[in-house]
């Protein structure tokens, strides 16, 4: 049973930072994608980043150049560094790895940036 377990989530002032993690258990070599989303109350889950196993990322427009998604195959731990923080990046995270048409979903991190 693959399973994907978040952390580093808290409260961080605006303009702070935070880092993510997503252990998985098992090898995520064995992973295409794995991603990092976040979800408001009220609104769909939105991707935040995603890394490829050839190592191609991707950001959403609303991240990019203050995320960095990194995956360490060796620790199979995907990691998400926030800077630069806004309000606005407030919601749960969740960190998501697809393999063989198979997604799985960690439980979530919330993360609230707030004075």
């Known amino acids: 049973q693959v399973q994907l377990v978040e952390s580093g989530g808290g409260l961080v002032q605006p303009g702070g930072s935070l880092r993510l993690s997503c252990a998985v258990s098992g090898s995520i070599f064995s992973f295409y994608v794995m991603g990092w989303y976040r979800q408001t109350p009220g609104k769909q889950r939105e991707l935040v980043a995603r890394?490829?196993?050839?190592?191609?990322?991707n950001y959403a427009d609303s991240v990019q150049g203050r995320f960095t998604i990194s995956r360490d195959n060796a620790k199979n731990t995907v990691y998400l560094q926030m800077s630069s923080l806004k309000v606005e990046d407030t919601a749960v995270y969740y960190c998501?790895?697809?393999?063989?048409?198979?997604?799985?979903w960690g439980q979530g991190t919330q993360v609230t940036v707030s004075s």
């Open positions: 890394i490829f196993s050839g190592g191609t990322t």
């Open positions: 998501k790895g697809f393999r063989t048409g198979t997604e799985y």
